[in-house]
């Protein structure tokens, strides 16, 4: 079973910024894609960033002032947030999936972290 721990959110002002980290944990043989979504209160999930083969995909809505990293070989990723809007208030969440070993049996995961909670003040 493959674990996702989402860090670094918090309260923060309009145009101020936050780093949120996430770490991935268990039998990993090698991670494809990581990503942060989001959901607001009413609103569906949506895509902040992804990255894959080191390369970042961002949703329109942060083009510009978020940045997503990736350090493959401690399975961490990070999401640099600037510029933060009111409109950026919502539970981000990390997720990832690739190839897990399951005692010595390769299979494909995806998971989830539990999120956790950005809110910018205006």
């Known amino acids: 079973q493959v674990q996702l721990v989402e860090s670094g959110g918090g309260l923060v002002r309009t145009g101020g910024s936050l780093t949120l980290s996430c770490t991935a944990s268990?039998?990993?043989?090698?991670?494809?894609?990581m990503g942060w979504y989001r959901q607001a209160p009413g609103k569906q999930r949506e895509l902040v960033a992804i990255?894959?083969?080191?390369?970042?995909k961002y949703g329109d809505s942060v083009k510009g002032r978020f940045t997503i990293a990736r350090d493959n070989a401690k399975n961490t990723m990070t999401l640099q947030m600037n510029s933060l809007k009111p409109e950026d208030t919502a539970v981000y969440y990390c997720?990832?999936?690739?190839?897990?070993?399951?005692?010595?049996?390769?299979?494909?995961?995806?998971?989830w972290g539990q999120g956790t909670q950005v809110t910018v003040s205006s």
């Open positions: 268990g039998n990993i043989v090698g991670i494809n894609v």
């Open positions: 997720s990832a999936d690739g190839v897990q070993s399951d005692r010595g049996t390769l299979g494909s995961f995806g998971s």
């Open positions: 990255i894959s083969s080191g390369i970042p």
